[in-house]
């Protein structure tokens, strides 16, 4: 790629926060048209410089200068004019009101102060249309499924620079799409990417964040490492291959997971715990069989939106199942609401862990005995004595910090509030503990400790449903690896030496196991 | 990891079903409750025909003695639309009846003079209430009570008396007529007119008003938006305000004197008649011409009940009650439905 | 550590207790007497009835008390009850128009039935309340709004349009009765509060609520029976109303359909966010409800005491509203006191107070935090 003035420099940028250094003299360069991924762990600094840039966060050290001119952006209506759009994972638009509207609201065509529908809505239509995706703009936004709805958040943020007059004003020049691919199945997600390369060849400068390294090979030319608030490096995407790309964000972390990788996943053979015949629910997942044996853990892989979740919801009865049945120790389970599960032995820990798991106000302690006291109900409160036992056991036997049975749950980090919530349902002792994405969103260590977890819950006769993200992660801990696709369980796989990650893909990619 | 391999598939179709979209069409409300009034009219007219109720001038009265009604239920459909509540109507207008009613009685001042300084005061309110809201974060619900309070109180400190006007142009105001041919219209009927089609104008072809949509809609997007979403907030309270004092101002005309305890609850009547016009109490959507039909269907029932003669004056209340009971059921049963 | 530092830390601790602010309030309204009235703490003997400004404010305040007890629940799970006032109205209307109709009035056996029929009308409109909001789903502002509209209709359908006085000695005993020199009405008060402290707090049941308004739909994963314990809350809430709602009809003989328990939702609301429970539901202190519901009161009583007009009430009540709501609101702080006090108080351990609104904030602070953590 020839090399020509960079559209945007950040150099030396320096954030704090009370008590943390978040960036440190971290530079930033992002030319025009090319397709920029920012790369880290957690804690890298990937949202605090997104932040910084937006003018959300103000700068405590650097410059910014864009288009070769120092910049100061003080707010995010300040980087929109100056041509830095956004567009987050949750889309921040009105589902209220039309499509149109949504891309031109606040910089609606008018004519002495009235606002001018029929332009507005043959504006709207045009600039969809030029973006080659096929939207009808009059349509309230909320008739539309979230992965459009993205599409027309990108379409707002592009249309940002033009003037109130409707004359074309200096234009969107950088394009930051956060974490945008989260929620979207594997066509919209290519749906997505179409609309990135087409924008990229205008010469609009995407700064791209993702998780799903494949995505980050599929789409970007160039890429910026972070790692604890410092800059790493920046490569063009083809020179530097996933091996090495993971080494850079990890560090020397590395040797943790390799020693899980080793452990030796015990023969999961007992009796049957829990059978799933036909269960199902429109709009969620296809009729599925599924066995679950005593002391197994059984993986699920999957792509977003695959259809995983949307499985242990219905094991769990978050969600009413439209057909089938589900036997939990021989005797069959109604599951119209968690309650049946949980007193079934069913444990669920959601993978919003702020939405559906904690009670953020509460304490660690209230948060721990949330579970069990819901099962005993209201009039049989469990003792103080034993309570405050239970509590400093799991706190202690979890390592959750701070050590703090009084502290507000809202206060801790990623990694404890998971404990937390481990915690919440392992004093329940539950038959079957239901793990979604578990892992997502914490530190490398508690990630470690969370998989060790796993296997001695397993040893000890627990069945564990766990989902996650990645392929690997599933196959280290599982000795059966149920596979979906397109909201179907489509193969239920033995782990063994031969099961290899492209096995497994072959297998999400074909929908068969051969 | 996700597979690069996975062949492209069809999820869903992109443009929403016909069904769906009548379902979900946001006009619907409105067209139920303008259904609701045609149907109560016409029982009302197979009832009490030979009463005279089929007499143009019954169905203008509805305008005439909800007029000031209909004002406020204006200004209280901004606020909803953007998601907030105003408690605080019902004690503006009766403020400003005493208000009104102490400066042209009391001062000697001109109603002329004083109709500006009571539509200022009733704005300013507003404007106070919705600075205090935006800037300070607190419920719009606390703060519109302690509003609710706040103008209670000081219709007391004016006076605990009720004071009479009998200033001959207000009464001339009060009484001159708009002859429209087959009956008349008062001057607060043509005014609450007025303001409804300027509600309309301003809330379908301004910035403005679809940003109290928007804000209504998802406030936090507004804000990421770029969309001055503070001060939007700030205007809506001030219009809500401005919308209470002249509905106050027209209440004085209708009643010809200042009370303390003037339109006490009016805030409930407001709202209900919001409701029943079909906007989501959530905000964000709904419109100002339901909220006409709302104020209709309650002014109708009133004269129902007094063309039956036999019923108390409380079956006012609880007809309110019940319909709004069913108004809230279906637009519950609606919105669910959307979103399945 | 130095002995100024450990006062200062113990000075912060009792300012950070959640009951801190609204007894401080309440202590520096009572004090606002004492030039006015020298001898308002004194307390007086006479027919073997205590007498005495604080004795009256308990009094002339239990039915706000009890309205807001059953209120705070309510609120902490999130939710809000408008209709008390029309219970309030419907209860003693029901009460005293079965009494009115009965030959012998005095008869303790009709003056309970009457009682028990009042109270029951009143846990039907909280189970209707209770249904409209956990079974249908309705908004509680809505949903209560249903009622609060519809019951003074039927207050006033039950009463006729008129005000039914009575006169029946054991009626008069809940609202205006003396009992070992003290009024009645303080015991039926303490026994609400008591009841409804062990309910809570002896039992899971206070936990539970403030789970439910703390995340509903976490405690609907985590097993949590919320349905029933919100319909359970706003029967509570309504059975408390009603009580009040006794208590005022007893207290004046009579039942007035318009205007008993006329505002008293909002008094209740008031002393219920004084009382430091946030609107936004979750955490819960009933003795804070008690405090604030104490400080309305004790407002209404200074108002008169110091000579200002009594119809200024409603402004001083306006100004209270005001001045507590600014001073709960982390935004107001940390503009008026700097905004290092405004942090320091925003991140400080308990901050129950401060929660309610900056919660909606925590949501988008949340990533940044995680990310620097």
Redesign the interface.
């Known amino acids: 790629m020839a090399e020509p003035r960079p559209v945007l420099e950040m150099t030396g940028i320096v954030k704090e926060f009370p008590g943390v250094r978040a960036l440190s003299d971290v530079d930033f360069r992002l030319f025009p048209g090319e397709i920029h991924a920012l790369m880290g762990e957690n804690g890298a600094g990937k949202s605090t410089l997104i932040k910084v840039l937006t003018g959300v966060y103000s700068l405590d050290g650097g410059t910014i200068t864009l288009d070769g001119t120092a910049v100061r952006i003080g707010s995010p209506l300040e980087a929109q004019q100056a041509g830095i759009s956004t567009v987050y994972q949750e889309v921040n638009l009105c589902p209220n009101l039309s499509v149109a509207e949504n891309i031109f609201i606040g910089r609606e065509p008018t004519r002495g102060g009235r606002i001018q529908w029929k332009r507005l809505r043959r504006r709207a239509a045009e600039l969809v249309d030029r973006l080659g995706l096929d939207i009808d703009v009059s349509a309230p936004l909320s008739s539309y499924p979230l992965a459009v709805q993205q599409l027309v958040a990108i379409v707002r943020s592009l249309g940002t620079g033009e003037g109130a007059g409707g004359g074309e004003g200096p234009g969107t020049k950088v394009l930051i799409l956060d974490e945008p691919t989260s929620s979207l199945d594997r066509d919209e997600v290519l749906r997505l990417f179409a609309l990135m390369r087409r924008l990229r060849d205008e010469g609009v400068a995407i700064l791209f964040v993702s998780h799903f390294l494949d995505q980050i090979y599929e789409v970007c030319d160039r890429m910026t490492v972070l790692r604890n608030g410092t800059l790493v490096g920046e490569h063009l995407v083809r020179d530097l291959d996933q091996v090495g790309l993971v080494q850079l964000m990890l560090g020397k972390a590395m040797g943790q997971l390799d020693e899980l990788h080793e452990h030796q996943l015990h023969s999961g053979a007992g009796e049957t715990l829990l059978q799933a015949d036909g269960l199902g629910r429109t709009g969620g997942i296809a009729p599925f069989d599924l066995e679950i044996k005593k002391g197994e853990v059984i993986g699920l892989a999957g792509l977003l939106g695959s259809g995983r979740t949307e499985l242990a919801r219905l094991l769990f009865g978050a969600d009413q199942p439209d057909s089938g049945k589900v036997t939990i120790g021989g005797e069959q389970v109604s599951m119209s609401a968690p309650n049946d599960a949980i007193d079934a032995g069913v444990a669920f820990c959601s993978e919003n862990r702020k939405s559906e798991g904690l009670v953020p106000e509460l304490t660690v302690r209230e948060n721990i005995i949330l579970a069990l006291q819901a099962s005993r109900g209201w009039t049989r409160p469990i003792p103080a004595a034993q309570r405050d036992e239970l509590v400093a056991k799991y706190i202690k036997a979890l390592d959750i910090r701070p050590a703090d049975p009084e502290a507000r749950v809202g206060r801790l980090s990623g990694g404890n509030q998971q404990k937390v919530l481990l915690a919440r349902w392992l004093i329940t002792s539950p038959k079957l503990l239901i793990l979604d994405e578990p892992t997502r969103g914490i530190d490398i260590g508690a990630k470690a400790e969370i998989q060790k977890l796993v296997v001695s819950l397993s040893e000890d006769g627990m069945s564990v449903l766990y989902i996650a993200a990645e392929l690997e992660e599933v196959l280290r801990l599982s000795h059966t690896i149920g596979v979906l696709r397109d909201r179907r369980l489509v193969a239920r796989i033995a782990n063994g030496p031969e099961i290899t990650t492209s096995r497994i893909l072959e297998t999400i990619a074909s929908g068969e196991h051969q | 990891m996700s597979a690069t391999t996975q062949s492209p598939t069809a999820s869903g179709s992109r443009t929403p079903s016909t069904a769906g979209r009548l379902l979900g069409d946001r006009r619907l409300p409105v067209a139920v409750t303008a259904l609701l009034f045609l149907v109560m009219y016409g029982v009302g007219l197979s009832r009490y025909q030979n009463y005279g109720f089929g007499e143009p001038q019954v169905f203008l009265n509805l305008f005439i003695d909800n007029g000031y009604l209909l004002v406020a239920a204006v200004g209280v459909t901004f606020v909803i639309l953007s998601g907030g509540i105003d408690l605080s109507v019902g004690s503006m207008i009766g403020f400003t009846t005493m208000f009104t009613a102490w400066l042209v009685e009391r001062q000697g001042l001109p109603i002329v003079v004083v109709i500006p300084m009571a539509l200022a005061v009733g704005a300013f309110g507003g404007f106070l209430m919705g600075y205090v809201i935006h800037n300070f974060e607190i419920q719009p619900f606390i703060v519109t009570l302690a509003g609710l309070f706040l103008f209670r109180g000081l219709c007391l400190v004016i006076s605990k008396e009720s004071i009479s006007i009998g200033d001959a142009s207000v009464s001339s105001m009060a009484q001159a007529q708009v002859s429209l041919g087959m009956g008349f219209l008062s001057i607060g009927a043509i005014v609450s007119l007025v303001v409804l089609a300027v509600a309309f104008y301003v809330l379908h072809y301004t910035r403005f008003g679809r940003r109290v949509y928007a804000i209504g809609g998802n406030e936090q997007s507004a804000m990421l938006m770029g969309l001055p979403q503070g001060g939007t907030k700030i205007a809506v309270y001030t219009v809500s305000g401005f919308c209470s004092a002249l509905a106050g101002l027209l209440f004085t005309l209708y009643i010809q004197s200042g009370d303390p305890l003037h339109a006490t609850g009016m805030e409930l009547d407001a709202i209900a008649a919001v409701v029943i016009g079909g906007t989501l109490l959530t905000g964000g959507s709904g419109y100002v011409l339901g909220t006409l039909f709302g104020v209709l269907v309650l002014g109708l029932i009133k004269s129902i009940i007094q063309f039956e003669g036999t019923l108390s004056s409380w079956w006012t209340k609880i007809a309110t009650g019940v319909l709004l009971c069913a108004f809230i059921l279906v637009q519950r049963f609606m919105t669910t439905r959307k979103k399945t | 550590m130095t002995t100024p530092s450990t006062t200062s830390s113990r000075w912060r601790a009792l300012t950070h207790h959640h009951l801190f602010w609204p007894v401080a309030v309440l202590v520096l309204l009572l004090l606002v007497n004492v030039p006015f009235t020298p001898d308002f703490f004194s307390v007086r003997m006479a027919d073997g009835h205590l007498y005495g400004s604080l004795v009256s404010i308990v009094l002339f305040g239990s039915p706000l008390i009890l309205v807001a007890v059953g209120m705070t629940l309510v609120i902490a799970t999130g939710g809000?009850d408008l209709s008390v006032g029309a219970v309030v109205a419907i209860t003693g209307a029901l009460a005293c128009s079965y009494i009115s109709d009965r030959s012998d009035q005095g008869a303790l056996s009709g003056v309970l039935l009457a009682m028990g029929l009042g109270l029951l009308a009143a846990v039907v409109c909280g189970l209707w309340n209770g249904f409209?909001v956990a079974r249908?789903?309705?908004?509680p502002?809505?949903?209560t709004?249903?009622?609060?509209?519809?019951?003074?209709?039927?207050a006033?359908?039950i009463t006729?349009?008129q005000i039914i006085t009575v006169n029946s000695e054991p009626y008069k005993l809940i609202g205006g009765g003396y009992w070992l020199t003290l009024p009645f009405s303080i015991f039926v008060v303490a026994a609400v509060v008591a009841v409804t402290v062990a309910l809570t707090r002896?039992?899971?049941?206070g936990?539970?609520v403030?789970?439910v308004g703390?995340?509903a739909?976490?405690?609907?994963?985590?097993?949590?029976?919320s349905r029933r314990?919100k319909i359970m809350v706003y029967a509570f809430c309504a059975l408390c109303a009603g009580i009040a709602g006794l208590m005022i009809s007893s207290n004046t003989s009579a039942a007035d359909?318009n205007n008993a328990g006329l505002w008293i939702e909002?008094d209740a609301?008031?002393a219920v966010?004084i009382g430091g429970t946030s609107?936004l539901g979750?955490?819960f202190s009933v003795g804070g409800t008690v405090v604030g519901a104490l400080v309305i009161q004790t407002l209404t009583t200074t108002i008169y005491t110091i000579g200002v007009?009594t119809?200024?009430?409603?402004?001083?009540?306006?100004?209270v509203?005001?001045v507590v709501?600014?001073l709960?609101?982390?935004?107001?702080r940390a503009?008026v006191f700097g905004a290092r006090f405004g942090a320091g108080s925003g991140a400080r351990?308990s901050?129950?107070q401060a929660?309610?609104?900056a919660d909606?904030a925590?949501?988008?602070e949340?990533?940044?935090k995680?990310?620097?953590?």
């Open positions: 809000i409209l249908m789903g309705i908004q502002i809505i949903a709004l249903i009622i609060m509209v519809a019951g003074r209709g039927v006033q359908l006729d349009g002896r039992t899971a049941l936990l539970l403030e789970a703390g995340n739909e976490a405690s609907r994963l985590v097993g949590i029976r314990i359909g909002l609301i008031l966010v609107l979750g955490r007009p119809q200024t009430n409603l402004v001083f009540k306006a100004a509203v005001i709501c600014l709960q609101s982390p935004k107001f503009k351990g901050g129950k929660a309610a609104p909606p925590a949501a988008s949340a990533a940044p995680m990310e620097v953590s």
